[in-house]
């Protein structure tokens, strides 16, 4: 549950406080200690001076005599006292027997001292077990160093103190966090109380109380700005939401017809509003159109006439219009608006709807046609024999032969409509896997080159050294390229080429075909692939008009594309792509 913005405030003062209290208390603490450690650094850097001054004096009395004396003075200093020869061995120590204790020549302070006079360290003591601050300087005669004199106090009393400062600094902490609190408190539950007084006031404005609503907050500077500013939103909220009700009806009326292209006229017949569909439809741009009178905008009179017929009857009317020599098919309803206050246009674009229409007529009848011809001809051969031709068994052999040859057609055909059927309806299963095109074009070129021959016409195969692989159905890729060089054959004169080759482009394998034949018209290139179609006459000799329709689909299958590329009066060029694997 997400907390109040009191609560907030009050967690971000007391972080905020913490945060500096808590910061300050480091620092004032490692100031402490710093502090001790210096004072007590100067301290012993001063007996270490004095100390040096005096070994000289005693050091050339016997052992035993100047380990006493140096006991005596550590004891009357209240401090420890050590003197080291240049060898790091110990001559005297006021809390230990010399002998007990280790070369000292390993001791940062010891190697300091000989080097720059003074050195300082803080180590365990070896001999003591505690830490202890170490203060060493040289002692030096006319000809060298003498011995290296050492103070060392323990650092346990300035870690004691600075505990027992940290401790009072970590109490004022508290009692200020504490202070702090309960002042954050008192500022969140002033600076909340406004903000919480405009929250139930929004919540009053979404449930629809607006009307009701006398807006009274307390507060000053930008809290009473705010509350003025509020204010004056609600006044405008409620002219809004007025004017808004009154668009209403319109609004509702286009929302509910926004899948077909939609045209908003005042009485006038000027244009207040349209819909993306209109654009696409009519090729226009709202920002300039808006504004323009209807007629200006589609410049078509047949869709103005239907504007106009409903603005003159004042009921809905329909039509339905031609546009770009039958390329295009609209569909017109005109509807005056509620009280004459305007007037709503919608069109549809049926041209998807008139083709299909056009193409299943076209189906009905290119069946009808394929199977009225071998129909008529079956006809006419069984009535022959039946008036007496079947007597002379040479020429029933014949008409049998024909038969024969009507009924193969007609085999031809209800085979390759159930395989297009079949492959359309997605229950022709392809073996899709990785393989070379090479072997589908050689088979291809292999089986259709003795009718190439036949017709007195040159069949090629162009292809590179090495090709991707591709996925795909061999026998069905096969069956497209026969489907597509005997297509070639039929419509290239003797003497003509064609050629088959294959290119990689971009992430896909384009296999063509191309042949030096009578091309095809551009309006008709379009249409090639659907079934039963063919191009005129002389290009419709034979065949079902199946076998593009057939061949377009198993390419779609495999996930390719297909397309055909021509110049009338100069050859074609039949391509289909495939994705490489």
């Not at 100390?51 to 420890?80: C, M, N, Q, W």
């Not at 180590?123 to 004199?149: F, I, N, P, R, W």
């Not at 309803?333 to 069109?347: K, N």
Request: charged share 25%; with cysteine; glycine share 8%.
């Amino acid at each position: 549950m997400t907390r109040s913005l009191k609560w907030r405030l009050i967690t971000l003062f007391c972080l905020l406080i913490a945060g500096c209290v808590g910061i300050l208390s480091i620092f004032l603490s490692n100031h402490l200690e710093d502090s001790y450690m210096d004072n007590l650094q100067s301290r012993l850097i001063q007996e270490v001076t004095l100390f040096s001054r005096v070994v000289p004096e005693h050091i050339t009395e016997s052992a035993d005599s100047f380990d006493a004396y140096i006991k005596k003075l550590g004891a009357s200093l209240d401090i420890r006292l050590t003197v080291i020869a240049p060898d790091g061995q110990v001559l005297a120590d006021s809390l230990q027997s010399p002998s007990e204790m280790e070369n000292h020549s390993t001791r940062v302070e010891f190697i300091d001292a000989l080097k720059d006079g003074i050195g300082i360290d803080m180590h365990q003591s070896a001999s003591l077990g505690y830490e202890m601050l170490y203060v060493a300087a040289s002692v030096k005669d006319g000809t060298g160093v003498l011995a290296v004199v050492r103070v060392a106090l323990p650092v346990e009393e300035v870690y004691a103190a600075v505990g027992d400062v940290d401790r009072t600094i970590l109490l004022g902490a508290v009692v200020s966090i504490l202070a702090a609190g309960l002042l954050a408190v008192w500022v969140a539950a002033n600076v909340s109380r406004p903000v919480k007084e405009l929250t139930a006031i929004s919540r009053r404005i979404a449930q629809g109380q607006i009307d009701t609503i006398q807006i009274d907050v307390s507060g000053k500077g930008e809290m009473e700005e705010l509350a003025h500013a509020f204010r004056l939103m609600t006044e405008r909220l409620r002219d809004s939401i007025k004017a808004v009700s009154s668009e209403r009806d319109r609004l509702s009326a286009v929302l509910q017809r926004m899948g077909d292209g939609i045209f908003l006229l005042d009485r006038e017949g000027v244009i207040s509003l349209l819909n993306p569909a209109s654009e696409r439809i009519f090729k226009l741009e709202a920002e300039g159109i808006i504004g323009h009178s209807f007629v200006e905008a589609i410049r078509d009179h047949e869709i103005h006439s239907v504007f106009e017929h409903a603005r003159s009857s004042g009921k809905q009317e329909m039509g339905f219009v031609e546009l770009a020599a039958g390329r295009r098919f609209l569909g017109i309803i005109a509807t005056p608006l509620v009280s004459q206050s305007g007037y709503l246009v919608l069109v549809q674009d049926l041209s998807e709807l008139r083709r299909l229409e056009k193409v299943r007529r076209d189906f009905v009848a290119n069946i009808s046609h394929e199977l009225r011809t071998p129909i008529s001809s079956l006809k006419l051969l069984t009535e022959t024999l039946q008036e007496g031709a079947a007597s002379d068994p040479a020429v029933a052999a014949g008409f049998i032969d024909k038969i024969h040859l009507e009924v193969d057609k007609l085999a031809q055909l209800v085979t390759e409509l159930s395989d297009l059927s079949a492959i359309e309806s997605g229950q022709a299963v392809l073996r899709l896997q990785p393989g070379d095109i090479s072997t589908a074009i050689k088979l291809a070129a292999e089986r259709l080159r003795p009718q190439a021959e036949r017709a007195g016409i040159s069949l090629g195969v162009e292809l590179p050294e090495t090709l991707p692989q591709v996925k795909l159905d061999e026998n069905r890729v096969e069956q497209v390229l026969v489907n597509l060089v005997h297509n070639a054959i039929k419509f290239t004169p003797k003497g003509g080429r064609i050629k088959i080759g294959a290119r990689t482009q971009g992430q896909t394998l384009v296999i063509y075909v191309s042949d030096s034949g009578i091309g095809i018209p551009e309006e008709d290139l379009t249409r090639v692939f659907e079934r039963f179609y063919k191009v005129d006459k002389a290009r419709s000799s034979g065949g079902t008009g199946l076998g593009l329709a057939i061949s377009k689909h198993i390419v779609q299958a495999h996930g390719g594309t297909i397309w055909a590329e021509s110049v009338y009066g100069k050859g074609a060029t039949f391509s289909f792509s495939l994705p490489l694997t």
